[in-house]
């Protein structure tokens, strides 16, 4: 169907469903940018945009969240709860128990905020993939997305999902129509780098998973286009909890190992690994292991397809 029709569609059906003050959480990820603007657009001041600093965002994104939000003429609420979230998250290494956990601080922040303005409905970007792969319909949970699987039976707030029985390609079709300048990001999840750092969630951790992020990140946005690859449909870097051994200088070093994950897909429900050149890989790793010292002293590429691997790791 035309996007402009869907985008027209979406806001209709979203003002007869909003009538009183609605919040929605905006990560600055394109799910829920394109559900903010449309909800903006159907229902003007009545929607309250709320960016929750987790402390694990990825590098520069809540600069970046502010700014993209200001471009498009539409107050953000910043709210640092950084705190709250590391301490939620301390001795949880469960990947389901870490969703529910953050899932959980997400509607605490928004219980506050409710408070303040008095919200009736909660407005989320949940998009197809995220409720089919929660266990929606006849299917197994394969992860419990945060925002389906992690809300706790008690929440106080209507939810409004508008981009529920949309795909990833569609979504960004949308946004494009939207002018959202994020529209060719590629997707981060909800739960943020928590899901990328396997084991415990600790600030120190999520710095160095931070850093190969930023690391990957940037080698890969380079070399695609200098010609020396496809930008992948995704690519970051996720820390596991396996240390071997390795030296630095004449000094052994016991380190933890980075995994570096590229894939290309259409919509993230399947995806193939992505054959990146030897030379780029090899630039990643000695970056990575330069400028994690100490903490990070092996890694290694991920070349499997989904399935039978998900993306992510957790
Ligand atoms: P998987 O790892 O399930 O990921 O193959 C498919 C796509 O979904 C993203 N993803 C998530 N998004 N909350 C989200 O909003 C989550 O908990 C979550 N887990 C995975 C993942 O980055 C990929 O784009």
Redesign the pocket.
């Known amino acids: 169907m035309d996007t402009q029709v869907l985008i027209d569609e979406a806001i209709e059906s979203l003002q007869s469903q909003i009538d009183d003050t609605a919040i929605i959480a905006c990560s600055g990820g394109i799910d829920s940018t394109v559900a903010a603007v449309l909800a903006h657009k159907a229902v003007g001041s009545m929607l309250r945009c709320v960016y929750v600093d987790t402390g694990l965002m990825r590098e520069g994104e809540s600069e970046e969240v502010e700014s993209m939000f200001s471009e498009l003429g539409i107050d953000l609420r910043v709210v640092d709860a950084s705190q709250s979230f590391f301490r939620s998250l301390s001795g949880v290494v469960d990947p389901e128990e870490k969703?529910k956990e953050i899932g959980e601080q997400f509607i605490r922040v928004f219980e506050e905020e409710q408070r303040v303005c008095e919200a009736k409905y909660l407005v989320q970007g949940t998009i197809a993939?995220?409720w089919i792969?929660s266990g929606g319909g006849e299917r197994d949970v394969?992860?419990s997305?945060?925002?389906v699987g992690g809300l706790p039976e008690d929440v106080d707030l209507d939810i409004v999902e508008p981009l529920r029985e949309f795909y990833k390609d569609e979504v960004r079709a949308m946004a494009r129509h939207l002018g959202i300048q994020s529209s060719e990001r590629q997707?981060?999840?909800?739960?943020g780098l928590a899901?990328r750092v396997l084991g415990e969630v600790t600030p120190d951790r999520v710095a160095s998973c931070r850093e190969a992020c930023h690391i990957v990140e940037k080698r890969i946005r380079e070399a695609a286009s200098d010609g020396r690859c496809d930008l992948p449909w995704?690519y970051f870097a996720a820390l596991l909890p396996v240390r071997s051994v390795g030296v630095h200088g004449d000094v052994r070093v016991h380190g933890e190992t980075v995994v570096v994950r590229a894939v290309a897909s259409l919509d993230?429900m399947s995806a193939r690994y992505s054959d990146l050149p030897q030379d780029l890989l090899a630039e990643i790793s000695t970056e990575i292991t330069n400028s994690l010292k100490g903490q990070v002293n092996r890694v290694v590429y991920d070349i499997t397809h989904?399935p039978p691997g998900?993306?992510?790791w957790e």
């Open positions: 969703r993939p995220d792969e394969i992860k997305h945060h925002n997707p981060f999840p909800g739960p899901v995704q993230g989904k998900t993306i992510e």
